[in-house]
């Protein structure tokens, strides 16, 4: 008899753990997926045409409060837990909640899900949101361009629209992500490296994805998202942790399991956190992951046009994930209006509309600062009418992408960005060199 299932998920880890795991596996029926983090996935379906012939009307997607109601009016017998950047405390929440409404609870780890490429993989995580995987992915391309080597990027999902028509999704230039309808988040990711010339990958099928990368690439480079491990198995695996959180490299899931496995573990942010953070990290790395290399890292900002900051009331918008989830309550843009010497950094909450005024209510940890939120056009231009709303001199703009492209912005902007610099220390070259 097979065990009833219900998958619990932000539309990412949770399908590609059906895909690996479940699809094909006699042994198990899933019933459902939970959605939770992400706005506006709940109540779809995960389509048919991915979900495979043991599934023929799709599978239902449910917001992840009837849980508990699922359980008991599905006779499910087991909960699996599949999204990312939640603390330890968090999870076992979730378990108590499934175990005590009659169901078991299992995390599938990498050996259960994890897929083998036929080319050198590098992958680049982290331990937490925001510590710096996409300079960090930028740098190693350069590096693998520079050996004359040809890179394909491979994104953690972000699957939002249509399922099935995302399965394979392939960016070459900036107008792909125009047909695809990228949302804020999925361009935040793909721009840089498609203005550096890189293709990337992304999608819902991770192991069609991986097939048509192959077919172009010398070296597949994972690009991972949240604090999540690899969907793949890699030959040198990168992790970055970020001190201005130190100690969360042990406290979050599954950033942990990332630190346990790292190759090389990078210390970003070393220039601007304080000393005895940093030494907290490198402590943890020598107590719990001994093997891994421990580079130190800057993420050095630069600032278009200083002259819109200084002396005048801004308003600053930061990378959304970074800011919800990933519990910063400062980025980049941040950190430029205080260099520049901005008169007031000021506080968008009162002119928030819709659902960024939600957003605030939920992660409230988020404070002065404006998450670029959006996931499809109706958040997109709620994002729009809050920035316009706002009393301010200037928009300082944080975000990896160009938001003054995709939105009217009517004030004075400056966009700010950040590479990653390790200095001279030759650990991550060499470890590249190595591959090959």
Not at 229 to 255: C, H, K, M, W
Not at 317 to 336: R, Y
Request: aromatic fraction near 8%.
């Amino acid at each position: 008899m097979k065990r009833r299932v219900i998958i619990m998920g932000a539309a990412g880890r949770d399908f590609h753990n059906f895909n690996t795991f479940f699809r094909n596996n006699e042994q198990f029926e899933v019933l459902g997926f939970t959605a939770a983090q992400i706005p506006d996935i709940a109540e779809r379906k995960y389509p048919k045409e991915l979900a495979g012939k043991n599934y023929p009307e799709g599978i239902p997607i449910y917001p992840e409060e009837k849980l508990p109601d699922l359980i008991k009016e599905k006779d499910v017998d087991l909960v699996v837990f599949a999204y990312s950047d939640v603390p330890h405390q968090y999870v076992m929440d979730k378990a108590s909640i499934s175990c005590a409404s009659g169901a078991d609870f299992m995390l599938l780890g990498p050996k259960s899900t994890q897929i083998k490429s036929k080319k050198p993989l590098i992958s680049i995580c982290a331990v937490r949101t925001g510590s710096g995987k996409s300079q960090t992915t930028r740098f190693v391309g350069k590096i693998l361009k520079e050996m004359g080597k040809k890179i394909a990027i491979i994104r953690h999902p972000m699957p939002y629209g249509d399922l099935a028509n995302q399965r394979v999704q392939r960016f070459d230039t900036l107008f792909d992500m125009k047909e695809a309808s990228c949302t804020i988040e999925e361009m935040e990711e793909y721009e840089p490296h498609i203005n550096m010339g890189n293709t990337v990958f992304a999608g819902v099928d991770y192991e069609a994805i991986l097939k048509e990368a192959e077919k172009d690439a010398d070296v597949v480079i994972w690009d991972g998202g949240n604090n999540d491990f690899p969907f793949y198995v890699s030959d040198l695996q990168i992790v970055v942790a970020d001190p201005f959180r130190a100690g969360n490299e042990l406290t979050y899931y599954p950033g942990e399991i990332n630190f346990l496995m790292a190759d090389i573990i990078i210390i970003n942010k070393v220039g601007t956190a304080e000393k005895e953070d940093v030494e907290k990290i490198k402590k943890n790395i020598k107590k719990y992951n001994p093997d891994a290399a421990i580079v130190e890292a800057k993420s050095p900002i630069t600032v278009e046009e200083p002259a819109i900051i200084k002396g005048k009331r801004v308003l600053v918008v930061e990378d959304g994930p970074t800011l919800t989830h990933g519990g910063m309550s400062f980025g980049a843009g941040w950190v430029a209006a205080k260099k520049y010497k901005a008169k007031e950094i000021v506080d968008p909450r009162p002119y928030a509309v819709g659902s960024i005024k939600d957003t605030y209510k939920k992660y409230q940890s988020t404070g002065t600062i404006l998450p670029a939120m959006g996931y499809g056009e109706p958040q997109i231009k709620e994002l729009e009418a809050t920035i316009n709303k706002a009393n301010v001199d200037a928009v300082v703009i944080g975000t990896p992408i160009d938001l003054g492209k995709l939105i009217h912005i009517d004030k004075p902007t400056t966009r700010v960005r950040y590479e990653l610099d390790v200095g001279d220390d030759p650990t991550v070259q060499e470890a590249i060199k190595g591959l090959f």
